[in-house]
């Protein structure tokens, strides 16, 4: 039987450096207060001996769990089904590893997880927290205030309520939109159609208004909601069909909705861009270079949005600062967008 290797203990690494164990301590716990020539003594006997620092009694002194939730509002089929979220997560994951941060993923199928999420926030095993893909009638910003836990959100709030201050990253969805729909509008195109996304999500509201800021006049059965899926492009576009057989454009509120168009217009021997031109959102690489035609959309930084996130927490974090503490000026950072011109209009 071999014989377990007892751990380096900060005691050890003190010894090392020729230093006290306070003065360690406060080194490899990231405090301040000691000379350089000491941290690099420290570092060195830290490197040497393997030290890792015990993360419970770290907690104690920093106050840290160097853990951050991060809260997908949405069932776990659709998470790991929808690319927009694995690029999210993975900016999400890149910056929280960079320093040095462990990514706890929370997801909400119903009100039950709801509540749960509420009582893991509330139960102070992480140091804040990252929410997207929230719904306008989404209990979880409510229990998020009321566990007082420093958040980040994806996308534009679109609930009310006495928040003092919140930080959020978006893109801009509207901006976009217009620029989608001029596009189609300039090849010529009057009878613009829109599939919508969920519209009890801001994303899809300021998609719905960038399209009628350029369709003022639009015939409201040009308009079909949505839910940003394939299967929700499909629907719409039959709908859409059905009601104005004379389309001549299409402005999908995502790529995967768009893709589910494509295969309807395809069934039904429309030729796209010929007779339909489309364009969609995202331009998630995975869909948008698949589709036939490859699609014309509308590209948001997706990974860059949750690396955006997480360095916005941390940085608040670093701070000492709640993003929902009362009197906190309002943050909210919206990246532009850019239409990528592909085969579909």
């Not at 203990?9 to 301590?25: H, K, Q, W, Y």
């Not at 393997?50 to 002194?61: E, F, W």
């Not at 205030?145 to 969805?173: E, H, I, L, M």
Request: aromatic share 4%.
């Amino acid at each position: 039987m071999t014989d377990t290797v007892p751990r380096p203990t900060l005691e050890a690494v003190a010894a090392r450096a020729g230093v006290s164990r306070a003065t360690a301590s406060r080194v490899v716990n990231g405090g301040d207060g000691v000379r350089e020539p000491l941290v690099e003594r420290v570092r060195r006997a830290v490197e040497e001996l393997g030290y890792v620092p015990n993360q419970a009694a770290r907690s104690l002194v920093t106050k840290r769990h160097d853990a951050v939730a991060v809260v997908v509002a949405e069932p776990e089929t659709r998470v790991f089904a929808d690319p927009f979220f694995a690029l999210q997560l993975r900016g999400i994951s890149q910056e929280l590893t960079a320093h040095d941060n462990q990514l706890v993923l929370l997801l909400t199928e119903g009100r039950d997880d709801h509540a749960r999420v509420g009582r893991y926030l509330a139960g102070g095993h992480v140091d804040g927290a990252l929410v997207f893909s929230l719904h306008l009638d989404d209990p979880l910003p409510e229990l998020i205030q009321r566990a007082g836990v420093p958040t980040v959100f994806g996308g534009r709030p679109g609930w009310s309520g006495d928040w003092g201050g919140v930080v959020y990253v978006d893109s801009d969805n509207r901006g976009g939109a217009r620029e989608a729909v001029r596009h189609l509008v300039g090849l010529g195109r009057t009878r613009v159609a829109h599939i919508t996304g969920a519209l009890d999500q801001t994303s899809a509201v300021d998609r719905l208004d960038g399209y009628r800021d350029v369709m003022v006049d639009a015939d409201p059965r040009l308009i079909v909601e949505g839910d940003f899926t394939p299967a929700g492009g499909e629907r719409a576009m039959r709908e859409l069909l059905d009601r104005r057989p004379d389309l001549d454009a299409v402005f999908a509120a995502n790529d995967l909705a768009a893709s589910g168009a494509l295969r309807v217009l395809r069934e039904r021997g429309l030729r796209v861009p010929e007779d339909v031109a489309v364009i969609g959102f995202d331009d998630m690489l995975p869909v948008a270079e698949q589709t036939d035609p490859p699609l014309t959309t509308v590209r948001q930084d997706i990974e860059e949005m949750g690396r955006l996130m997480a360095r916005l927490l941390l940085r608040g974090l670093d701070r000492r600062n709640t993003t929902l503490e009362q009197g906190a000026t309002p943050s909210g950072v919206v990246l532009p967008t850019t239409l990528v011109r592909r085969a579909s209009a």
